[in-house]
């Protein structure tokens, strides 16, 4: 349905006679100072009926009543693109406005539905508003006039508005309908293309690539990478004066749904946030991100992820599915802010190796660089649950460089030696984690059955006579609880089940993924967050005399890579 409004409000009208009115209906005319509103609307349902439901055919018959039946005043409220399920309509709430302010003596529509297809609404604002400010109301084709309470037809109201209401349930069941079938066999439902994205002149279907702004897009989702916030990079793209999503479409010609910004550079946090969460840019095409709850409540509310159904290869990719998920992974990963705005690019990713607490950040504007420090949330927040684990995050750094350092050369000079003994090594761990999970995924699937057992049992001795009302009511219900958690873990099991199968595609792309870097020269933002999931912090050891501190890297894709054995056996 259409947004676009036509208001418009026609100031009285006085039109010349062929034949002199009588002296008595002059005065009658002349009685009141208050308006006759004319209200008109049109949705996009109505439309389709053809020229009778026109907002010229109901001006017409409109006025044509009024002068036929000496009414005062008359001004035209209209609404042209609206539903009548909707009464926030701006031409129906101008006209109440009126009302309320004592200024309207009668109301005049074509019909009922003009006024609304809410029976219950459209009941309380005849009956109540209206008689409230003593306003009269006609419904010309229904042949309703407050004036005439006793009129069979007035009587007969109820049910017309019924029926109205009933046509609009009728109408939105059959559009949704139409939808769930095209939605199911891949068709957009979106009228709104993407920022990022435009429509294809050829084919008003296809989406093709805008490149001016696809380049923004990736350059939104490598500020994420390089480990920026959403406000952080919102920003940095208003200092950087680039045209926010709707500037940027009308700027083009491009039709936009937002309102034309004050600011055209101004670019919000949830705009960033909808732009790095938004699976269309990895090509595929999703529907039934959204549903309603009825006709009468327009809230749009989120739908969850597999209720959704999603097309792979729909479109051109503007980003590749790896950089996607790890972008999702690193918004999950959110971080306290320091007071003085600096931030590191290994914050969220250090870990505690004892208590696995997450370590923080922590650094002033009186510290030097070489005074920032991690250190473990839990020995921070004087919980007494773990020791001092502690790191100067310029130590840090220098010791991630150089694991990373090894793994990258190690993996482009012995890449079929590094592929065979991890291959080995993620075996070993899946087959045990393996064994596990399928015992307890068999052991959870036997419960299942064995309450589905003791549930008939339980209904038969209830119908028997042998179990009370209640007591049937209590065992059903922790029967019903227990099943549903076991089949939430039976899911969880399952999926970690799929993981563990999926390690040696992993291995692979891991490796393409370190190729990339093999002209790296320095640690960035960007190679941290793309290769490391964590670093886990060992408490420091001073048995020596010195002090010493280990740390573990859990690569991406693959986890700990014990790279001190491979290259001693490779070398040996």
Known sequence: MTNETNLAIIEPTNPVQTVALEKEETEILRATDKITALYCRLSQEDSLEGESNSISNQKRLLMAYCKDQHLPNPVFFVDDGYSGTDYDRPGFQAMLDEIEAGRVAVCCTKDLSRLGRNSTLTGMFINITFAKH????????????????????????????????FYARDTSRKIRAVNKAKGERGERLTTNVPYGYRKNPEDNKDWIVDDEAAHIVRYIFKLCMEGRGPMQIAKQLKEEKVLNPTAYKRANGIKSPSPEPADPYNWSTNTVVHILER??????????????????????????????????????????????????????????RTKTGKSNMFSGLVFCADCKAKMR????????????????????????????????????????????????????????????????????QAEEKLRTMRKELAKGEKRIQELDRLFIHLYEDHVAGKVSDERFAMMSRNYEDEQQALKADMEKLRQEIEAQEQKNQDLELFIQKVKKYADLEELTPYAVHDLIKAIYIGAPDKSSGKRRQSIHIQYDLVGFIPLDKLIKQEMA
Request: net charge negative.
């Open 279 to 336: 699976q269309e840019y990895t090509g595929c095409t999703v529907n039934f991100k959204t549903y309603t709850n009825s006709i009468w409540d327009k809230k749009q509310r989120e739908t969850p992820e597999e209720n959704r159904a999603v097309f792979y290869n729909t479109h051109p990719a503007i980003i590749d599915l790896e950089t996607f998920d790890k972008v999702q992974e690193i918004r999950q990963q959110r971080h306290r």
């Open 361 to 428: 950040y922590c650094t002033t504007s009186y510290y030097e660089e070489r005074q920032d420090h991690f250190v473990c949330g839990n020995y921070r927040s004087n919980t007494g649950t773990c020791s001092a684990h502690f790191i100067r995050a310029v130590v840090l750094e220098q010791l991630v460089w150089e694991h990373l350092q090894k793994v990258i050369w190690f993996v482009l000079h012995y890449e079929a030696y590094f592929r065979a003994n991890m291959e080995q090594l993620h075996q070993m």
């Open 134 to 165: 003593n306003v009269r109301y006609i419904a010309i084709n229904d042949n309703y006039d407050t004036l005439n309470p006793n009129s069979v037809d007035n009587d007969f109201a109820g049910i017309r508005m019924w029926f109205n209401e």
